[in-house]
């Protein structure tokens, strides 16, 4: 990820190249994203092979995907999952997001892999959007640092004594 100005984080990169073969994706995130999904399945993880064979990983490489055992409901917002790794990237109206839950996403490398589904060309487009929306969803809600302080004041309690 490159440097940025002014103290901003690069949380997300994500490159889409569509072929003939294939939707080619590679994608890339700030470690905390991979340390959150890794926890909600306690860091374990199982091949990618256990899934789908629809995401096809470079040759000689090896994807694993981090187990979801404390699922995030599988969707939020109604509108994107976390919990169908294998599928395509719109599945029936849900944005699949669990190309988050591949192993090594924060590596230097990020993750690469192939989904072997067509795609139209104005498809990548609007699939494009569409997923960094979801990302920004998931970040917003879950993993981007909240602080709230509550106080609480009233009026001296004064006893009466009137037992």
Do not use: C
């Amino acid at each position: 990820m490159e440097p940025l100005k002014d103290g901003m984080i690069s949380w997300f990169d994500l490159d889409l190249d569509r072929r003939a073969s294939g939707l080619y994706l590679k994608a890339k995130a700030d470690k905390r994203v991979e340390d959150f999904i890794a926890k909600l399945g306690y860091g374990e993880s199982q091949p990618l092979e256990v899934y789908s064979r629809l995401w096809v990983p470079p040759t000689g490489r090896a994807l694993r995907i981090y187990n979801l055992t404390n699922d995030l409901d599988g969707r939020f917002r109604d509108k994107y999952s976390i919990g169908l790794p294998g599928a395509g990237l719109d599945v029936d109206g849900t944005i699949n997001l669990s190309f988050l839950r591949l192993v090594g996403l924060s590596s230097e490398d990020g993750v690469s892999f192939k989904i072997e589904l067509p795609m139209s060309r104005s498809r990548v487009g609007t699939m494009r959007a569409q997923l960094i929306d979801g990302v920004r969803e998931l970040l917003q809600e879950y993993i981007v640092p909240v602080h709230v302080t509550m106080k609480l004041v009233s009026k001296p309690y004064e006893d009466s004594g009137s037992e």
